[in-house]
Nanobody
Framework: VQLVESGGGLVQPGGSLTLSCAAS????????MDWARQAPGKGLEWVST???????YYKDSVKGRFTISRDNAKNMLYLQLNSLKTEDTAIYYC?????RGQGTQVTVSS
């Protein structure tokens, strides 16, 4: 199992980013997949889950701003981040059953 996140960067408040997670060693669509994040000096927090059936769940603070999706043909997971806030600054990880990649840094700052 390997998960490789990408797409992070520096963005101004109100901006957008699309995070990607390339999965290998398993078929992503057969599992519930999560996005989690860790802000500086804080613990890991759950952000979103996409189930095999396609149901999506979000942390309250990101509802209406973030969208989780997948591309079954490419075995990729995505997280669209819109209307970003400074408090969204964190390392973002995709996760399968607690297994995570190396993460991608999202910094929201003016």
């Amino acid at each position: 199992v390997q998960l490789v996140e990408s797409g992070g960067g520096l963005v101004q408040p109100g901006g957008s980013l699309t995070l990607s997670c390339a999965a290998s060693g398993f078929t992503l669509s057969n599992y519930a997949m999560d996005w989690a994040r860790q802000a500086p000096g804080k613990g890991l927090e759950w952000v979103s889950t996409l189930t095999p059936s396609g149901s999506a769940y979000y942390k309250d603070s990101v509802k209406g701003r973030f969208t989780i999706s997948r591309d079954n043909a490419k075995n990729m997971l995505y997280l669209q981040l819109n209307s970003l806030k400074t408090e969204d600054t964190a390392i973002y990880y995709c996760s399968k059953g607690g297994q995570r990649g190396q993460g991608t840094q999202v910094t929201v700052s003016s």
